[in-house]
Structures are given as C-alpha cells and as structure tokens.
C-alpha cells in the first residue's frame, strides 16, 4: 500500500496546544494551569516534566481534587544543552502537553486515546506511526497489536534506558509506551531504527505509573496505578507545520527573525554555523523569558546559575553573529508576545524581564571583550602545548573576573579541540561554594527517599501547633541516616514522624520548632523540624529511653523559642509594608529568614537604599508596633484573599483555600506561619544592615523582640570598651576615630614618600648594572619591598637617566603580591615593542596581568616565588628583541 505523503492538516502551535487540551477535556479531564517552572520537589532544580507538580499525587502524598487532569506545563532541562541548536529537536525551554490519571484508566484507554488524537484529530497518517514499548511490558504490546492494530513488527521493544521512565533520581516511575513519527516512509520497514533522528522523531509518550524508587533504587508497587502522558508541543508542530526542525515553527522562529532582523541577516541565505547561533538564541531567550517571569532571578548559584549560563550563552552567540551591544531585551520582546496568551505572567512581568536581562546582559558586556581576547591568548597558548588543556585556575580567572560560566569556556575550547581542567576548577572554587552552601537552603533527600518508600503505609501528620504547644502523639516512622527503621536508643540522633504535632516545620522562610519528645522514661531533644509533603520530620537527638514504631509520646514544643520566632515572622512582615509604603510599592519579596535570633528579608529592588529611608523604614515598623495592632487570621478561598488585597509571594504555590495573616491597615499576606496575636508583643525591631545579594535584590537582615535586647548589649559592651580604651565619652567616639584616621592617612602619606626616596636611592645604584644593547641600555632588576606607586617613580627616573633604553623593574610589596613597571625610551617603542603589551605578557608568569600605555605601564601578580623568572624572560627578551 502507497504511504501517505504527509499529514493532512496543519496547524499553529497554539492550536496545538489547545486542541489537545480540548480533546482530553471533553473525556472527563480537568484542564489545569501550567505550574511555575520553580518546583515543590527539592531533588530537582527546574521544573523538568510535565508531571513533576503532581509528583506527591502519584506518590499518595496529597490526595488529588480530581481523578483526571490535562495540562500545557513549561519546562526547563539543560542537561543536553551542547546539542541545542545543532539537532532538530533539542531544547531547554520546551512544553509538555500531558494527560494524567490518578487511580481511574490505565493502559487500554491511554494507548486508545493517545491513538485517537494521533490519528483521527491532527490525522497523522497511520502508516507513518511507529510505537515502542518496554522490553518486558507484553500488556502494552498487546493492545497496540490486538486492539490498535499495530502489525507487530511496527512495535519496537526498547531497553530500560529508552522506555523506563523517572522523574529524577528517585520518585514515582514505570514503563512507556512512545508513538513515533516517520518522515521517510519510502525507506521501507525493513531495518526500522528509532534512534536514528533523521528519519524519526519521538512525539508522545504514555508513562504507566505503576512504581515509586526510592534513592537506593528499590522498587515498590504504588498503591493505585497512574497515567502521566507527555506531547512535544514543539515537535507536533513541526510535524504539522512540515518544517525541517522544531525552530522553524511558529513557536519559535518568530524570535530567531527578530534576531536576524538586529544582525541585518536572512536566516534562509546564513550559513551552517549562523543558523546554529540564530536557533541558541531563540531558544534561549524563550527559556529566559519564562524563568525571570516565574521569579528566577541570575546569580552564582542554584537555579539562578542556570539563567546566568543561558543569558551568557545568547550574548556570546549575538556577538558571534555581529551583533555588537545590548540587544537581549528586544528580542525578549518577540518571545513575550508569543507566550502571553497562554502565559499570562510573561506580559505582566515585562518590565522586571527586561529589566533583569538588560541589568545581566551589561554587566556581561563591561567584561566580556577583555575576556574574550584573555581565553583567545590562552587557547593559542594552550593549542600548542602538550596538554591541549586549558588549566582550572585559567577557568577560575575566566569564571571569577570575567563572568565566564565553566561550560562556556568548555564549550569555546571544545570548538578549537581543546579541554578544560574541570577539577582544577572545582578546586579553585571550593571558597565561593562554601560560602554559597551555607546561605542555601538543604533538604535531605535520603530522609526522602526513605518516605517516598513509606508515604502509602503511614498518616500523615496533622499540625496542631496554631492553637497547641503540647499533643499526645502516636510515633508512625523512625529513620536513622536516611533509612526506616523500628526503634532507636539513647545516644542515636534520628528523625521522627508523628501522626499529630504542635511543631512548626520550617516553610515559608520559618525555622522549625525545637523542643522535646517524651514519655516513660524517654526523653528526646528536637532540634529541627522539616516537612516533607505532608509528613513533619522531627530532627532529635535520645538523651534518655528508647523509642518505637508505634510508641505514645507527648510532644512539647520550646515556647520561648517559638515566641522569638513568632515576634520576627510578624517583624518580617511589617517590614515589607513598609518598604512598599516609603520605598516603592512595586517591592515584592524575593526570600526571608525567620530564625529565633534574627530576621532577613529578601525584596526585588534595581537600588540600594539610603540611609534615611532605612531609617525612615525602621520607625515606621516600630512605630505599628508600638500602636498595638491587633492581628486577625482567617482561611477563605485563594481568589477572595488576593481580591481583599492580601499579598503573595510570586512563584508560591497556594491551596485553594488559604491562611490570611492580617493586621488591619498594616499588613496583610498569605501566610502558613505563626504569628503574635497583637503587634505589641514584639516590643522592638532593629535594622541591623541593608545589602546586595544578586542583581536586582537587596536584603535586610534585623532582629526583633529579645533578640534587640541582646543586639544592644553587645554594641553598648563594644562602646563601653572603646570609651575605656580612647579616653572619651560615648559621644565623642565618632570625632575620636576621625581625627585618629586623618592622623594615619597623614603618617601613611609621609611613609610612601620615604619609601619613594628609598627606591630611588636603590634605584640609582642599578645604573651600574645597565647593559648595553646596540645604542640602547636596559636595566632589569628587583627592588625589595617597594610599593607599587615608588616602584613606578624609580623606574621613570632610571630611564630619565639612562637616556635611549628599557627599565623593567619588580618587587613584592607584601606577600602574595606582585608589583611590575615598565618604562621604555621612544627608541625602543620604534622597535615595535609597547610597554603595556609587553609587562603584561611578564605579569602572566606570576599569574597575574595588567597594561598600560606605550612609554610606562604597570602590572600585578598573586605568585612572588614566580618574579625571579619573570625578570629574567623580560631580561632575555629584551636582550633579544632590541638592535
């Protein structure tokens, strides 16, 4: 039988996307909206798949609202970004349309639908399909043969790696079944390979959920069996649209023209290697779009080094186009108007999207040209050595002064045939990491997996802790380093899950309750609380007795440690309102910190504060405090809280119904944590620093209620002792330090001017040393000890002297500092050698660099073991090069 040519409709990406929608609808599913590309789940950093928001459904975490749902969820993954660009199909932004079951069809009626879809709505000819299975999934095989109609050559068995589908490293999982696309029928059925992408594309994919791994990888049965389907919007569209690659769909390519138009370029005339740029960027720009609108923003860490890396990676590939300056921002422009009917946040959040892409893209810019001409003399350097690597501490330098992501220089010495020493990097990193791990929030993913394992055999734990500080509980789990077990002993630190708790598990910023656990003979020391979808994990330690699965215990929670925590959660949110209020109303939270000793407060801002406004700021929050505001808390519905006013926290995920937090004519939010009652009860707030954390972001860090006391015994003790130790008053402190520091500069300003003379009377003494060259003299030499600014006086006055010459002069100034001048005659300039060009080539070999002007430069370096042979190639090299 003749194969049909091509599919007989075609269709725009969005009535792809709404047609799918629409056919899963009416068969019972309930259209849900696309979640943030910001996940619940903390073993993933983005939001990689369709079904990761109803992850806790699949695992009997969270019961579902309804039994069949369908969604268009945006997704991210970067872990094949190399190919992006280069293939027809690989991207990072990408949507997922995605029907699920939760306990209702299972395979007959997915595999029937999906081919009804397939076949009958967007009429892919059905001789074109080819279906693959998991090798040991004969159910499935048998519906696509028997009730299908498959002929049973057209249904490929495939290996785990192909058809065995997980969500991440633990979680629920299970056998697909994928539907392929053939554009090359005419190549006969004879040697059918599915992993052959020219002739192939994966399209649909059925996932029979029907396991949860945990993170050893054991598999048990879940207790009821789902279905969680995924369809490529971009690839159906390719398919539909007949085009050669999923960029040139409408989906995308609108941004790629956008992009050519800057570059004055046609993208149909443009090379290979063009069209390569032109497709990074518009993929690229359309996962940036929808990552700031979801409340990311860039920075060194998490998931805002993804969207640093991403934006990094379009201006590099604008440049490599001709694209010279900022230019993110119009393209932006073209991918918000392409998603702001479905996305509605993308429109909404225009003017912080391109606010954040113009702010990262320049600061990018200042430091990209002088980065690009140091990676091009190092791969030049390193292309002809034995290696053909390029060093970890060359990467650092790219990385930490250039704003070079590692796998951009990865990916540019890939380009010229050379690799990256990606462990010397990590090791020149480790400080930055270090700093960034313990300001970053951690969940232990052991202890999860382990309840991933349990969630369908054990209650969930019911919070008691708004309204109690003490419950008489029933212990449901024990785990000891991440895996369950039935008791734990005196002396054993574990984790406890209760079937009830009055312990607050830390969320929305909040620390968890401490506390203790306790009965006959037993008593436990709780020292941290996290929750893990709806279990609470009490974090402890036995000082006394044993403990059971099973066991009655009687949980009490600290209360002056819960009042503290209380006075700064509500402290936290007077000192949003205020900003709002004197600062800009458009400050929305961007994070926070509520310990029992401090508080801090993370807000969208282009600016830093003055010190009047910080001020103005915190006496406005004392100022409600001292008024007594009396606070009222009530849940209703998501939609009645926002209309009265009530603020969230972009990127949040909200219930149906939510918790209001409102202190009339203050502050009102949607809030899960605990609160005073009455604004009072915090008695003070201190303000205790106003920073930058990221582009964009300022935090404030305070204490409030006892913690201020505390806060000012401190200072008043510091002050007490510099009183004692200047002789002056409290209040004649400040003009004591004054006249102190102009004392010190002016003693400094007399030091350099005798080290100056020093170094000059040092230097004079090299005249003898010069050595002649031809015409010219040329003195190489260290100075002990001498400054940078001295050093450069010497050796102006040394080629002052020595007439027609060259004087390259070095010293350590302190350890681990290098300083290097050179001074060159006009004569040697005519010889084309340029004292900028030249010290800086020296300054390299102390790992360091620096330039300046023909006739007189500078420069540094961080290796002083190096100097000596530093001198002696500058020495040898001028010996050489001058006639």
């Given at each position: 039988m003749a194969k049909s040519p091509t599919p007989s409709t075609t269709m725009t990406g969005a009535e792809i996307r709404q047609t799918f929608l629409e056919f899963y609808a009416a068969r019972g599913h309930a259209i849900k909206p696309s979640a943030s590309l910001v996940p619940e789940d903390p073993t993933v950093l983005l939001t990689i798949a369709g079904m990761l928001p109803f992850k806790p459904i699949f695992l009997g975490q969270r019961p579902a609202d309804v039994d069949r749902a369908t969604t268009s969820q945006k997704c991210i993954r970067t872990n094949d970004i190399e190919n992006v660009g280069r293939t027809a199909r690989h991207h990072t932004f990408f949507e997922m349309l995605g029907n699920f079951s939760f306990g209702d069809y299972f395979k007959e009626q997915a595999i029937a639908w999906a081919w009804e879809l397939s076949t009958e709505v967007f009429k892919?000819?059905?001789?074109?399909?080819?279906?693959?299975?998991?090798?040991?999934?004969?159910?499935?095989?048998?519906?696509?043969?028997?009730?299908?109609?498959?002929?049973?050559?057209?249904?490929?068995?495939?290996?785990?790696?192909?058809?065995?589908?997980?969500?991440?490293?633990?979680?629920?999982?299970?056998?697909?079944?994928?539907?392929?696309?053939?554009f090359?029928?005419?190549?006969?059925?004879?040697?059918?390979?599915?992993?052959?992408?020219?002739?192939?594309?994966?399209?649909?994919?059925?996932?029979?959920?029907?396991?949860?791994?945990?993170?050893?990888?054991?598999?048990?049965?879940?207790?009821?069996?789902?279905?969680?389907t995924g369809l490529g919007l971009e690839r159906m569209a390719q398919i539909l649209q007949q085009v050669p690659n999923n960029y040139e769909t409408d989906l995308i390519f609108p941004i790629i023209e956008a992009t050519a138009g800057l570059a004055s370029l046609d993208y149909g005339k443009s090379d290979e290697k063009t069209k390569v740029s032109l497709k990074v960027i518009g993929d690229h720009v359309r996962a940036v779009v929808h990552m700031i609108a979801d409340g990311i923003t860039a920075s060194n860490v998490g998931r805002g080094y993804i969207l640093r890396r991403l934006i990094r990676r379009v201006v590099r590939h604008g440049r490599l186009i001709g694209i010279e300056g900022a230019f993110i921002s119009k393209v932006a422009e073209s991918a918000i108007q392409l998603a702001e009917k479905p996305f509605p946040n993308t429109r909404q959040r225009e003017t912080v999207i391109k606010a954040?892409?113009?702010?990262?893209?320049?600061?990018?810019?200042?430091?990209?040209?002088?980065?690009?001409?140091?990676?091009?003399?190092?791969?030049?350097?390193?292309?002809?050595?034995?290696?053909?690597q390029i060093s970890g501490t060359d990467a650092f330098v790219l990385y930490d002064t250039y704003g070079f992501p590692l796998e951009l220089t990865q990916e540019i010495a890939e380009e010229q045939g050379l690799t990256v020493d990606a462990a010397g990097f990590e090791t020149a990193m480790e400080e930055q990491r270090q700093r960034s791990k313990d300001a970053h929030e951690t969940i232990d993913l052991t202890v999860q997996g382990s309840l991933d394992s349990l969630a369908e055999h054990i209650h969930s734990t019911e919070f008691l802790g708004y309204k109690d500080t003490t419950s008489a509980s029933k212990v449901e789990a024990l785990l000891v380093g991440g895996k369950s077990v039935d008791r734990i002993e005196a002396g054993q630190e574990g984790q406890v899950v209760l079937n009830q708790t009055p312990f607050y598990a830390e969320s929305g910023g909040q620390v968890g309750d401490r506390g203790?656990?306790?009965?006959?003979?037993?008593?436990?020391?709780?020292?941290?609380?996290?929750?893990?979808?709806?279990?609470?994990?009490?974090?402890?330690?036995?000082?006394?007795?044993?403990?059971?699965?099973?066991?009655?215990?009687?949980a009490q929670i600290d209360r002056a440690c819960r009042r503290r925590a209380?006075?700064?959660?509500?402290?936290?949110?007077?000192?949003?309102?205020?900003?709002?209020?004197?600062?800009?109303?458009?400050?929305?939270?961007?994070?926070?910190?509520?310990?029992?000793?401090?508080?801090?407060?993370?807000?969208n801002c282009p600016r830093a504060l003055t010190a009047d406004e910080v001020q103005q700021v915190e006496e406005q929050v004392n100022s409600w405090i001292a008024e007594?505001?009396?606070?009222?808390?009530?849940?209703?519905?998501?939609?009645?809280?926002?209309?009265?006013?009530?603020?969230?926290?972009?990127?949040?995920?909200?219930?149906?119904?939510?918790?209001?937090?409102?202190?009339?004519?203050?502050?009102?939010?949607?809030?899960?944590?605990t609160h005073v009652s009455n604004t009072a009860e915090i008695g003070l707030f201190k303000i205790i620093s106003e920073a930058g954390v990221a582009s964009g972001t300022r935090r404030?860090?305070?204490?409030?209620?006892?913690?201020?006391?505390?806060?000012?015994?401190?200072?008043?003790?510091?002050?007490?002792?510099?009183?004692?130790?200047?002789?002056?008053?409290?209040?004649?402190?400040?003009?004591?330090?004054?006249?102190?520091?102009?004392?010190?500069?002016?003693?400094?300003?007399?030091?350099?001017?005798?080290?100056?003379?020093?170094?000059?009377?040092?230097?004079?003494?090299?005249l003898d040393s010069a050595e002649a060259v031809g015409s010219l003299k040329v003195i190489v030499a260290e100075l002990e000890g001498v400054s940078a600014e001295a050093l450069k006086t010497a050796a102006e006055r040394l080629l002052q002297k020595l007439g027609a010459g060259a004087v390259v002069l070095?010293?350590?100034?302190?350890?681990?500092?290098?300083?290097?001048?050179?001074?060159?005659?006009?004569?040697?300039?005519e010889q084309k050698l340029q004292a900028g060009k030249f010290i800086g080539g020296i300054a390299k070999l102390t790992g360091g660099g620096g330039g300046g002007r023909p006739n007189l430069a500078q420069a540094g370096g961080r290796d002083a073991s190096k100097l000596p042979e530093a001198l002696a190639s500058a020495k040898a090299q001028l010996l050489e090069t001058l006639v």
């Open positions: 892919l000819p059905a001789d074109r399909l080819i279906v693959s299975v998991f090798r040991e999934d004969d159910d499935a095989f048998a519906i696509w043969r028997d009730q299908i109609g498959i002929p049973a050559y057209r249904i490929q068995r495939m290996d785990e790696a192909d058809n065995f589908w997980t969500s991440g490293p633990t979680g629920p999982c299970g056998p697909c079944s994928e539907i392929y696309y053939d090359h029928p005419e190549l006969g059925d004879d040697k059918i390979d599915l992993e052959d992408d020219s002739r192939f594309i994966e399209f649909y994919n059925l996932v029979f959920m029907q396991y949860n791994r945990d993170a050893e990888g054991n598999l048990t049965p879940l207790q009821n069996q789902n279905i969680d954040e892409l113009d702010r990262e893209e320049s600061r990018f810019l200042e430091t990209l040209e002088r980065g690009e001409k140091l990676l091009a003399d190092i791969l030049k350097r390193e292309s002809g050595s034995k290696t053909q203790y656990l306790s009965g006959d003979d037993l008593l436990i020391r709780v020292h941290d609380v996290k929750k893990d979808g709806d279990f609470f994990v009490h974090f402890g330690r036995v000082e006394r007795g044993a403990l059971a699965v099973g066991d009655q215990v009687t209380q006075a700064n959660h509500t402290a936290t949110h007077l000192l949003q309102a205020a900003l709002k209020k004197l600062v800009d109303p458009d400050i929305s939270q961007a994070g926070s910190l509520v310990a029992f000793d401090r508080l801090r407060f993370d807000f007594g505001h009396q606070g009222e808390i009530t849940v209703m519905a998501l939609e009645e809280a926002k209309a009265k006013g009530a603020i969230a926290m972009f990127g949040e995920k909200y219930s149906a119904e939510v918790r209001v937090i409102d202190f009339p004519g203050v502050s009102m939010e949607l809030c899960g944590g404030i860090e305070a204490v409030a209620g006892p913690a201020v006391l505390e806060y000012l015994n401190v200072r008043d003790a510091v002050v007490r002792d510099l009183s004692d130790r200047f002789k002056a008053k409290p209040e004649e402190l400040s003009d004591r330090v004054t006249t102190l520091q102009t004392d010190l500069k002016t003693a400094q300003k007399e030091l350099e001017a005798l080290k100056s003379e020093m170094a000059v009377l040092k230097s004079d003494q090299l070095g010293s350590v100034p302190e350890p681990e500092k290098v300083s290097l001048v050179a001074a060159f005659s006009p004569e040697v300039i």
